[in-house]
């Protein structure tokens, strides 16, 4: 077995391993950390398959991004050290049937499509076509997942104060 091989594995394992603890976890501290384990170990495979960029991006918004932001929040709050309540056996129940119908779905979707190599040559990289394409609205531009991902870490800060101070009244 190769170097990148092992590396690949110790990779998906820790995604593997540090989703589930992020969300079983009843600590709120703890599962922030797991989930920033989780991002960074994300962008250690976006980096093995030559995406620099995006392993970059992973590391600023998400990790450097929304896991501080939950933290903060956390911290904010003065909640620590407080636990989540344990789950409705409903909500465990809903939440296994998406989970498994979302795996059937992605199961059934990528056994229909094939997947080839594209003949199409590569795109330059250089500063000015990325600042271009980050700013461009129109099929090859990136402005609307931005915006998104503002959205997301509004919601983000929002979700993680109404859990923090949902136990404290």
Known sequence: MTGPKIL???LSAAIVVFSFLSVLDRRILRAAIYLLFVLVAI???FYMMNFQFLAAVELILYAGGIVVLII???LLTSQIDSKLDLPKLSH???GVVVAVGGIVLSVFTFSQFTFKPSAAPAL???MHTVGRQLLDTQDQGYALPFEVISILLL???VGTIFI???SRT
């Open 8 to 10: 690949f594995f110790i």
């Open 43 to 45: 962008a250690g495979l």
């Open 72 to 74: 903060f929040s956390i």
């Open 92 to 94: 465990l129940l809903s």
């Open 124 to 126: 330059e990289v250089n």
């Open 155 to 157: 919601a983000a800060l």
């Open 164 to 166: 923090a101070r949902k």
